[in-house]
């Protein structure tokens, strides 16, 4: 394993052009609700969107723009979670790693290298891994997962949201807002929070 600190380059198309990368992401690490989400996108090496930057850097539109093409033009994309319950059994930072593992599972072609957003990862058995700090501002794959990552959990939280609109998950997707902390102290945790973090 190696660490890469990024530097304001620009997104670069590959790591290492001569060998398949897939780019991982994850997404709602920090929330109190709901699953936490991780996507593996491998791109074709000129994949270019003007739009394409770490997704935390685009408004909702836009990710939601990118989404479609990213899983149109990806060479392969995967998109997987783990729930509230995994993450109080295994921590948030374990269950980040088991749901990129659980992407890259589901990918239709097996990547040689993976390129992972963070400074940590759990290696996957068989593929070498680079950490890339900052790596979603840095490389499209990772920038193309930062989006598939957020806009899938987005749309999960839009779906519970309905089930629970007390907790005002439309617009906050399960982050520690006030008004989220407020509800639970109204109305109590729901199936969906992770009664490992602390709530209120």
Not at 174 to 186: C, L, N, S, V
């Amino acid at each position: 394993m190696s660490i890469v600190n990024s530097t304001k380059l620009g997104l670069l198309p590959y790591f290492n052009k001569d060998i398949l990368e897939a780019g991982c992401d994850e997404a709602g690490r920090g929330c109190l609700a709901g699953p936490v989400f991780a996507a593996a996108v491998v791109l074709p090496h000129d994949f270019e969107h003007p739009l394409l930057n770490d997704s935390k850097q685009l408004s909702e539109k836009q990710r939601e723009e990118l989404r479609p093409i990213i899983e149109a033009e990806a060479t392969a994309w995967a998109v997987a979670e783990v729930s509230p319950k995994e993450i109080d059994d295994i921590n948030i930072l374990q269950a980040s790693f088991l749901a990129m593992h659980r992407a890259i599972d589901q990918l239709s072609v097996r990547p040689e290298a993976l390129l992972i957003d963070g400074n940590r990862f759990m290696p996957y058995l068989g593929i070498p891994h680079t950490c890339i700090i900052k790596g979603d501002g840095k490389y499209r794959s990772i920038a193309a997962a930062s989006v598939l990552a957020k806009t899938h959990r987005d749309t999960y939280m839009h779906q519970i949201a309905e089930q629970h609109p007390e907790y005002s998950w439309l617009s906050n997707k399960g982050y520690p807002t006030k008004a989220h902390r407020a509800a639970i102290r109204q109305f109590g945790a729901t199936p969906y929070h992770r009664m490992s973090f602390k709530l209120v």
